[in-house]
Structure formats: structure tokens, C-alpha cells
């Protein structure tokens, strides 16, 4: 922290075809050791620029090799970004740099700078590594998406499979509940519909003998026998059904002894 102004470079960004100095010097065996801060400003206007991503591009002039990496938020609030040199990039030479600024889904790239990078005492440098381009980044994050996709995909596929098989064993046992009390309450409402179709053939045969008429239906015969009577007599320990009938328009009372 003390030294971070030793190592930085400050450079403004006013405008997209804005000036950007080519005095920028790094060298050989630096590890995050040089930083470059920009700051965007809206025309020169200090401006919170939240949302707002920048990239560092670079092109190796004599090793031929490029790449990419995200600058790091320093203070959205006033614009301003930082990025560490990529040792990638650290080998002696002239190397090509922009930035691209990406905003609500628009990009746009600064004027190419020039970079100087001084040979290192130590010709066979062990260069570490603090840098990946941006295509290898997204596809390792692209890789560990799938795998999590895949586990999700996994997961809900086991999840879908245990339902089915516990909705199944359900349905199962609801049907080997019920199945033999719906045969058992089918067959009682056959005999009970049975049942009555018998007792109803009976009563009707036995007010036709009674009466010696014909019912065709049922309330004719529940009439029928309202309209009779069974007397008791107790000397000659006898029945017998009184009736009352109307003959010709007049009511007669009609005694038949029960047999």
C-alpha cells in the first residue's frame, strides 16, 4: 500500500480518440510490479461509471503472442481502474496496447499505445504466471457452469424419478385399497336393486290375488292397499279385508275373508 504511487502510472481518459502518452515503461522480472491506473471521466467530467468494465489488450510486437485481462475497480464513484502489467507480456521488446471500455453493451477502443519492456540482467528469466486471457478465463468459467448445469441437471432428474416412483407406489396402494370395497359396494347395490325388483314382483302378485285386480304400478298398489282394512273375528277366529270400493258411482263396502 505504501508504494502503490511508486509503482503506477496515472493515465486520464477524457475521450475515446483521446491522447494517451507513449512514455510507458515496464521491464523484464517485474511480478505485479508496475500498475497502470486510468480514469474515464464524460468529456472531462468526473462521472460514476458503476456497471462499467475496461479491458487491457496487448500484442507482443517481436514475440508475436497477445491477450487480455479485466482492469480492477479502484473507485467507480470517479471512474478510475487499475491493472498489473501481465507478465506474459514482459519480455523485452515493443508491445501494443488499448483498452476497451465496455458500457450497457457497447464497446469501444481507445487509440493503440506503445509499451517499452527493458531487457532484465537475467537473460533466462522463470516468467510467473499472473495473467490469463480473457478466452481462457471464459471457458474455464464456461466449464464450471457445465459441470454445476450437469450436478442441477443431475439433482432434478434423481429428484423427478423418486417422485414418480413414490406418486407410483401411492396410486398403487390406493388401488389395492379401494379397488375391492368399489367390487364389494357394486355387488351390494346389484343385490339391493335385486332385492326390490323381487319385492316389488311380490307385492304386486299378492294385492292382484288380494283384490283380484291387475296393478300396473306401484302407487296404484300403495292406493290399493290404503283403501283396505283387516278385520279380526275372534268367535269364528277368522280374517277378512274390507275394501271400499265405488260401483257405478256409488261407495260399497266389499268383505273377502283371507285365506
Known amino acids: 500500500m505504501a508504494l502503490d504511487n511508486f509503482r503506477r502510472v496515472d493515465i486520464r481518459l477524457d475521450k475515446a480518440n483521446a491522447y494517451i502518452p507513449e512514455n510507458l515503461f515496464a521491464k523484464e522480472g517485474d511480478y505485479n510490479g508496475r500498475e497502470l491506473l486510468i480514469q474515464l471521466t464524460n468529456g472531462g467530467q468526473e462521472t460514476d461509471t458503476t456497471g462499467v468494465q475496461v479491458i487491457f489488450n496487448w500484442k507482443h510486437l517481436q514475440k508475436g503472442h497477445s491477450g487480455s485481462t479485466y482492469f480492477q475497480e479502484e473507485d467507480v464513484t470517479k471512474g478510475k481502474y487499475v491493472v498489473a502489467y501481465p507478465t506474459q507480456m514482459l519480455f523485452a521488446g515493443l508491445v501494443t496496447c488499448w483498452f476497451s471500455v465496455v458500457d450497457n453493451g457497447k464497446i469501444t477502443n481507445t487509440k493503440n499505445i506503445t509499451l517499452t519492456v527493458e531487457k532484465g540482467d537475467n537473460g533466462d528469466l522463470i516468467v510467473a504466471e499472473n495473467d490469463f486471457s480473457i478466452l481462457q478465463d471464459a471457458l474455464i468459467q464456461i466449464n464450471q457452469y457445465q459441470n454445476e448445469i450437469d450436478a442441477i441437471k443431475t439433482d432434478l432428474q434423481v429428484q423427478a424419478d423418486n ?48 283384490t283380484g285386480i291387475s296393478y300396473d304400478t306401484l302407487a296404484l298398489i300403495l292406493e290399493a292397499i290404503e283403501n283396505r282394512q283387516l278385520i279380526h273375528d275372534p268367535v269364528e277366529g277368522k280374517f277378512y279385508i274390507e275394501t271400499i270400493e265405488i260401483v257405478d258411482g256409488k261407495e260399497m263396502t266389499k268383505i273377502e275373508e283371507v285365506m
Not at 396410486?171 to 375391492?180: I, S
Not at 370395497?181 to 292382484?208: G, H, M, P
Open 163 to 210: 417422485l414418480l416412483a413414490t406418486e407410483k407406489a401411492e396410486l398403487d396402494d390406493l388401488e389395492a385399497n379401494y379397488a375391492p370395497k368399489l367390487q364389494a359396494l357394486e355387488t351390494q347395490f346389484n343385490d339391493t336393486i335385486e332385492n326390490v325388483t323381487v319385492d316389488s314382483e311380490v307385492i304386486t302378485a299378492r294385492t292382484s290375488l288380494a
